[in-house]
């Protein structure tokens, strides 16, 4: 009732004959409360009038201070309450759009005008007024006027009748108090067609004349008589009590009218659901359809939102209760189970039970193989889902039920060739029921498996790699191998070539980094012992490696993306070099040009890549060519990130540059472990290759001002023993390199040797390599031609001449090796020697320059500088074009240059001259 | 060690004299007592490049400085950072003068490697000590050529010209040039006469007559590529340092020379406008402060390079000595030999 009081200029009277109204509703009400069903239901209903109670109780408020303004005589106050009540009818827009323009709205518009116009006749009124008003009257008087035309119409309709629509605002307000609120709409219209046929001829005398007055505002010359009864009428509207009883009478035809309405309603639903179903828009409807589906079980919009926990209990027996299965049925439910996917509050767990639920219904009621492909599709697809976060991993008996699932699906369709799938199918033009046609299924098989293998990889990136779980799980590789090979099959029958692309890729994925240990022995056992570069020639063209050319080659051939491309190429060359096939993977890469453009591929490819460049470095070292090895590996460790750039886990100072964000991303990219490089190896075959060069180059520069490191890591590991206060046994990897190096610095192989190859690097690096003892001989007889070039360079300076022979027997190296070597040595000018053929010696030129020779050139080059910086300072004292400078500069210039030339012939040719000549050209430049 | 450099100065007289004060010979016994006493600091002290000091105490006799103790300043380490070092000379002064010894400063001593000690630090310490105590010198004692078998010993004071600049702390390239001042002005060296009592002189002489042959032969010695390599070695750190100051001198008369044109054009033009405006009869521009548009570039301190130039040259004095001693020595090898 309080309510009621709210909404304003209302009578006593009225409010009684309200109070006697409610008799009379109670029925009505209690009949509708039978048709809902819950509490729920009434709930959701008032959520619905509420959004128009507000609104419409906004505006009523509003009108009533314009009222109480109006009666002060307030303009400014009016003017100011007008403008809000506009912005508040805006904001109601698209209630009043359903409901049509609220009947009490027109009322105040048409009395705000009539109102307005009264006192801007008032000529002797307006003088009194305050500056204020005057100014608030009549901007109200123009705002009003434009206004008005909009509602002209209803305007009109009002003045006609004037009281109805005042009677009607109030009886608005009744029912809503009286609880069971949807009749109101019925009412109002309904009362209000009834009302305006018996009460417009009773009073319109009365309001012609208002009509008139308000009708042609234009023409402002109105007699004074016009604004009484205008007022009179406005006093007169709270006191017309005698209209109740004609009120009463509308109101309880209003009423039956209603009753009966409802009634018709209950009689057909069926015939009434299917036409209300169009015509949404009009919210009683709503409502009325509301209640009804809530009187049946089939799943409205409505109801679903409720979430899926009571609607998942209920479907299955909805089916069991005997309605007839067919597919249409089931496809329905199904998107009914799928509509909840994805909702908050949605059992995941229950939603694939149930899936799972209808699969059975389907294959007990024959429903055909295509129903049965799709609900699969959508049991994989949901277990994908079953983790609400990417990062999350599967849990394993999820796992066991996706290749279950995955596998049987395969199944079918191995065994039904009629079955097409594909994504580009559209929902609607599938087919699912058994017929002649040809099932057609949406859905993507490769997706899913796709999807299943970074599952898969996923759970390997997230299990302790040391634990026994890790080798449990990784026993599931083969199943996954094994879908994969079937989905190529099946692929390769029916797929297109973008999709037998990527399903190749798939399986090169999971065959590079694998070592074909079989071939290996095939090659081994049928070759004998020797183990010849053409063995490994041989070996291939066996098993997996016959497999990845194929499919590489295809995929060159046919993708059109360029990733696979690249993929499937990085793949095969790292399965060339790990099977040891150095020069395919070598002229693969170099054929590629992928290291041009490597740094534009996104990181997994990235990461790729440099597992590719560290296996063929490892390759390279295996086949004896240290240099390439040197070169591939060069990158990846100089950086001192080879285990983030290769994927194999996250470094631990980049912690704090890093948010949690980026590493959870950077998680994601790792390598499972199974496929890891070993990176002891990959830095001890390094730092063995930065030896093997970087000592005799060591040897060979030792004066030379301007040496460059080979391999800067290589030294930090030197200077890092070199600095140790007390020097003990080697112990770790490094430890024994620089160990090593240290020995051969002085040229003795035997220790460099023994530091090198021993039990303790054997089982930590050596053995790792699939043939192990062909690498050892390879790598000591490495290590004795290096000592042999690092001990010509370091002692050749003592010695007159040298035996070949001794040489052979100091590094055990035969005769035409070590003879080559030194020849070697002597075209590329690297030792200043002469070999004598019939003594089979090395005769020593001695042209070296000693230290004290070297440090004088350098000295000399320094003061060349100086003297060109200095005579720059002179130029600018003196200006450019200063004459003596200009000839002194050139001079200078040209000892400078003169200088320079002897400095290179002199490097170039040192064997040219003799001691004397030396110091001869050195007095010649100065 | 000891008995070499007795030998390398048989008569045994020591006398300092310099320029300004024209100072000579000193008295006998404690002169030898001074350098031994040096050379003992060094020995146990310094060690490599790393450099010891020392105060010198004597007094002025006539044009003559001299020399007659020493003592050296004890060695800083981390531990007494803050140690009060003229607390200890003078405290060192006071205890001397108890005992009747000479307790007046007259300069200080320093060891040396490879003739490198012409640093900035040498040039303030000896300009606080010639400013204060007019007569102050400062002993170089060199070790290294010390132990091939020549006493190296070498008095230094700072040249009249110096001091002025010193005192101006002038060290612009302006400055240095009206003082007109090069590497060859900056130090002057002062004789040195080393003088012994008779009595030491003669127990010199029959010391020598006992000494064997083997003994002199470090004299001798060919190998002279080591110390060689050493002194180039500095003297290329030297060039170095001097080629770059050559380049920031050359950077800074660049920008100076670029600024003066900029500023010449600028006064061209509020000529030719003042000019205008003369003619038009209006009052000229006021004259506005030019110094305060075009700020002169920071001159770079010269001083630095004087000294390196200072330092270089006396490296090079150093390895012609070297040389020229050693080529000596190898002729005469080559004429021993081919008189073999």
């Not at chain 1, 193989?369 to 994908?384: D, E, P, R, W």
């Not at chain 1, 390599?769 to 031609?785: D, G, T, W, Y």
Request: charge should be negative.
């Amino acid at each position: 009732m309080s309510r009621f009081f709210a909404t304003g200029s209302d009578s006593e009277s009225e409010e009684s004959s309200s109070a006697d109204e409610i008799t009379p509703k109670a029925p009505g009400a209690t009949f509708k409360q039978s048709l809902l069903l819950s509490d729920d239901e009434e709930d959701t209903k008032r959520v619905v009038r509420s959004a128009k109670d507000k609104r419409f109780e906004e505006l009523t408020n509003l009108i009533k201070t314009i009222r109480n303004a109006m009666k002060i005589r307030d303009m400014s106050k009016c003017l100011e309450e007008f403008e809000q009540l506009c912005r508040a009818f805006l904001k109601s827009k698209n209630i009043v759009d359903k409901e049509g323009v609220p009947p009490f709205y027109i009322r105040l518009l048409a009395d705000l005008e009539d109102y307005l116009n009264q006192l801007w006749e008032d000529k002797e009124g307006k003088k009194k007024m305050n500056k204020n008003n005057a100014k608030a009257l009549s901007t109200l008087r123009q705002k009003i006027r434009k206004y008005n035309r909009d509602f002209e119409s209803e305007i009109a309709a009002y003045k006609e009748n004037p009281q109805e629509s005042a009677d009607e605002e109030e009886e608005e307000k009744e029912p809503e108090d009286s609880g069971s609120s949807s009749d109101s709409e019925g009412e109002v219209s309904s009362k209000s067609f009834l009302k305006k046929k018996p009460e417009a001829p009773s009073e319109a005398t009365k309001f012609l004349k208002s009509a008139k007055g308000s009708g042609d505002e234009s023409s402002s010359s109105d007699e004074d008589d016009d604004d009484d009864d205008d007022e009179d009428w406005g006093s007169d509207q709270s006191g017309s009590s005698g209209e109740t009883s004609d009120k009463e009478e509308g109101k309880t035809s209003s009423m039956s009218m209603l009753f009966l309405k409802k009634s018709q309603d209950t009689e057909k639903p069926g015939v009434r659901k299917e036409e209300r179903k169009k015509k949404l828009k009009q919210k009683e409807r709503i409502e009325e359809e509301a209640e009804e589906e809530g009187g049946e079980e089939a799943g409205g919009g409505w109801e679903k939102v409720k979430g899926g926990v009571p609607l998942v209990k209920e479907k299955p027996k909805m089916f069991a209760k005997g309605t007839e299965i067919n597919t249409a049925v089931v496809v329905k439910k199904l998107n009914e189970i799928l509509q909840a996917r994805g909702k908050k509050g949605t059992d995941r767990a229950a939603q694939i039970e149930l899936f799972h639920a209808l699969a059975a219904i389907a294959a007990e009621n024959n429903l055909g193989q295509g129903i049965l492909v799709k609900i699969k599709f959508n049991i994989i697809a949901s277990l994908y889902d079953y983790n609400p976060n990417l990062a999350a991993f599967m849990k394993p008996d999820m796992w066991k039920k996706c290749l279950d699932c995955i596998d049987e699906l395969l199944d079918i369709l191995f065994e039904h060739n009629n079955i097409f799938i594909g994504e580009n199918i559209a929902e609607d033009s599938e087919n699912l029921a058994v017929s002649d046609q040809p099932f057609r299924v949406r859905g993507c098989i490769l997706t899913l498996v796709e999807r299943m293998d970074e599952e898969f990889t996923k759970i390997m990136q997230n299990t302790d790699p040391h634990s026994q779980e890790y080798v449990d799980n990784l026993k599931d590789e083969g199943r996954v191998c094994g879908i994969v090979d079937r989905l190529l099959t099946y692929m390769e029958n029916k797929g297109s070539t973008e999709e037998i692309c990527r399903v190749y890729l798939r399986r090169i994925m999971h065959t590079y980094y694998k070592f074909d240990y079989k071939a290996h022995r095939r090659s081994l056992g049928l070759q004998g012992e020797t183990k010849s570069e053409q063995d490994q020639e041989e070996s291939e063209g066996e098993d997996s490696a016959v497999i990845m050319d194929r499919l590489c080659k295809f995929i060159y051939a046919k993708d059109r993306t360029d990733r696979i491309r690249t993929c499937a190429i990085l793949c095969h060359i790292y399965h060339h070099a790990l099977h040891s096939r150095w020069y395919q993977a070598r002229d693969l890469m170099l054929m590629s040009h992928l290291q041009d453009n490597i740094q534009h591929a996104d990181p997994p490819v990235q990461i790729l890549y440099n597992r590719t460049m560290v296996q063929l470095g490892i390759c390279a070292f295996r086949q004896g060519m240290i240099k390439d090895a040197h070169n591939a590996l060069l990158d990846i460790q100089s950086s001192g990130r080879a285990k983030e750039l290769l994927g194999q886990g996250l470094l631990m100072r980049n912690m704090q540059e890093r948010n949690a964000e980026q590493e959870k991303i950077e998680k994601r990219r790792q390598v499972p472990f199974h496929m890891h490089i070993n990176l002891e190896l990959l830095e001890c075959v390094y730092l063995v290759s930065a030896m093997l060069l970087e000592i005799p180059y060591m040897a060979a520069h030792e004066f030379d001002a301007r040496r460059r490191m080979i391999s800067k890591q290589f030294h930090h590991q030197l200077r890092v023993g070199e600095r140790q206060p007390l020097l003990g046994p080697p112990e770790s990897m490094r430890e024994h390199v620089v160990a090593a190096s240290k020995a051969m610095k002085m040229g003795d192989w035997r220790t460099c040797h023994s530091f090198i190859i021993n039990e303790k690097m054997n089982s930590k690096v050596w053995d790792l390599f699939p043939e192990a003892q062909r690498v050892r001989e390879m790598l000591v007889r490495k290590i004795q031609e290096e000592s042999l070039r690092t001990y010509l360079f370091t002692y050749s300076s003592v010695y007159d001449s040298i035996s070949m022979a001794t040489l052979s027997e100091m590094f055990e190296l035969e005769m035409p090796t070590v003879h080559s070597i030194i020849s070697k040595m002597i075209i590329n000018e690297e030792l200043m020697a002469s070999l004598d053929q019939p003594t089979q010696t090395v005769v020593m030129h001695r042209t070296e320059p000693t230290s004290l020779q070297n440090m004088a050139l350098q000295l000399a080059e320094k003061l060349g500088n100086l003297v060109e910086n200095n005579e720059r300072v002179f130029d600018l004292k003196q200006g450019v074009y200063g004459g003596y400078f200009n000839r002194d500069q050139k001079g200078g210039y040209q000892q400078k240059q003169s200088y320079q030339r002897d400095q290179k012939s002199y490097q170039q040719k040192q064997s040219g001259y003799q001691r004397g000549g030396y110091r001869n050209q050195n007095q010649g430049n100065y | 060690m000891i008995f070499q450099l007795v030998i390398v100065f048989p008569e045994g007289k020591c006398v300092i004299a310099t320029g300004g004060l024209t100072i000579s010979s000193i008295s006998t016994s404690k002169v030898t007592q001074v350098v031994l006493k040096i050379i003992k600091h060094y020995q146990e002290e310094g060690q490599g490049s790393e450099v010891v000091q020392g105060v010198l105490l004597g007094l002025v006799v006539d044009d003559r400085l001299e020399i007659t103790n020493c003592f050296p300043f004890p060695q800083h380490t981390e531990d007494d950072a803050d140690f009060d070092e003229v607390q200890y000379q003078m405290e060192m002064m006071r205890s001397l003068r108890h005992v009747n010894i000479d307790h007046l400063h007259v300069g200080w001593y320093q060891s040396t490697y490879y003739g490198s000690f012409v640093s900035r630090a040498l040039l303030d310490s000896q300009f606080s000590y010639q400013h204060a105590i007019e007569e102050s010198v400062v002993l170089i004692y060199d070790p290294i050529k010390t132990a091939q078998g020549s006493l190296s010993l070498k008095a230094y004071r700072l040249t009249p010209k110096l001091m002025e600049i010193c005192k101006e702390k002038d060290f612009t390239p302006e400055g240095l040039k009206k003082a007109n001042i090069g590497f060859e002005q900056m130090f002057e060296e002062v004789p040195i006469v080393i003088k012994n009592s008779h009595l030491i002189n003669v127990l010199m002489w029959e010391l020598e007559d006992k000494s064997t042959v083997a003994d002199k032969h470090e004299l001798l010695n060919l190998s002279s590529s080591n110390h060689l390599e050493k002194s180039l070695q500095l003297l290329m750190d030297r060039v170095d340092d001097m080629s770059q100051d050559i380049v920031k001198y050359n950077t800074y008369s660049r920008n100076l020379s670029k600024q003066q044109q900029q500023k010449h054009q600028y006064l061209q033009r509020r000529q030719q406008e003042n000019a205008q405006r003369q003619s038009r009869g209006e009052p000229p521009l006021p004259e506005e402060d030019i110094s305060k548009l075009f700020k002169p570039p920071q001159p770079p301190p010269r001083m630095d390079t004087l000294l390196i130039a200072g330092q270089i040259n006396n490296y090079c004095q150093n390895v012609k000595e070297f040389t020229s001693q050693n080529l000596g020595k190898l002729f005469m090898a080559e004429a021993l030999q081919g008189h073999n």
